[in-house]
């Protein structure tokens, strides 16, 4: 089902900087940008910022949205343990017509 | 505030129908989307698809075509995911999720166990 092309897995040691990737075409991520969407298991995934690069209300700025191209980017500075979560990246496909969706990186905080 | 409230789990026998729903209250209805996913133990989020709440149009990804039903009442705000031919495949929890630009407010989640 991914449209979208995300890593796997990233570690990083406590206190460091995560950035993640989501690699799409001009017609999602380089048309509209990417939303992105944190997910921890057992709860409700939170969305960190939408597809503009606002963050919701409460959003810490440690999570810092970017794209280039077809390439949008989520930087996680200053690791917490509480950031160890899945993270998935969404965009709108003109083409599709339809919501694409990356396979979700898991973040691992060493 | 914007709230998204599930209904609560349930145990189905394989080939049984699923029918969840997502009353949603804090907003304007029928003016935003609302997407359904799924999440089965040990895999990612699944997109089941999206119903545009003011006419009912329904988009459901290929996967799921056939077995799947989103429907909404505008008079109790609620929508509701209706899944058939039930598999131990489709044991997950299943979330509704308001399209705002993005996925700004979650319900909390319905689990659903499917077993013999």
């Known amino acids: 089902q991914a449209g979208l092309t995300q890593p796997p897995s990233v570690s990083k040691d406590l206190r460091q900087t995560a950035t993640l990737s989501c690699t799409g075409n001009s017609n999602n991520v380089g048309n509209q940008g990417a939303a992105w969407l944190q997910h921890h298991q057992g709860h409700p995934p939170k969305l960190l910022s939408y597809?503009?690069?606002n963050r919701p209300s409460g959003i810490s700025e440690r999570f810092s949205p970017s794209r280039s191209g077809n390439t949008a980017s989520l930087t996680i500075t200053g690791l917490q343990p509480e950031d160890e979560a899945d993270y998935y990246c969404?965009?709108?496909?003109?083409?599709?017509?339809?919501?694409?969706f990356g396979g979700g990186t898991k973040v691992t905080v060493l | 505030q914007v709230q998204l409230v599930q209904s609560g789990a349930e145990v189905k026998k394989p080939g049984a129908s699923l029918k969840v729903s997502c009353k949603a209250s804090?907003?304007?209805?029928?003016?935003?989307?609302m997407h359904w996913f799924r999440e089965a133990p040990g895999q990612g989020l699944e997109w089941m698809g999206i119903?545009?709440?003011?006419?009912?149009?329904?988009t459901y990804p290929q996967k799921f075509q056939g077995r799947l039903t989103m429907t909404r009442d505008t008079s109790t705000r609620t929508v509701y995911m209706e899944l058939s031919s039930l598999s131990s495949e489709d044991t997950a929890v299943y979330y509704c999720?308001?399209?705002?630009?993005?996925?700004?407010?979650w319900g909390h989640g319905t689990l659903v166990t499917v077993s013999s």
């Open positions: 999720a308001r399209e705002n630009d993005a996925f700004d407010f």
């Open positions: 119903i545009k709440t003011e006419g009912g149009d329904t």
């Open positions: 804090g907003y304007i209805f029928s003016h935003y989307y």
């Open positions: 597809r503009t690069g």
């Open positions: 969404s965009a709108w496909d003109s083409s599709l017509s339809t919501w694409v």
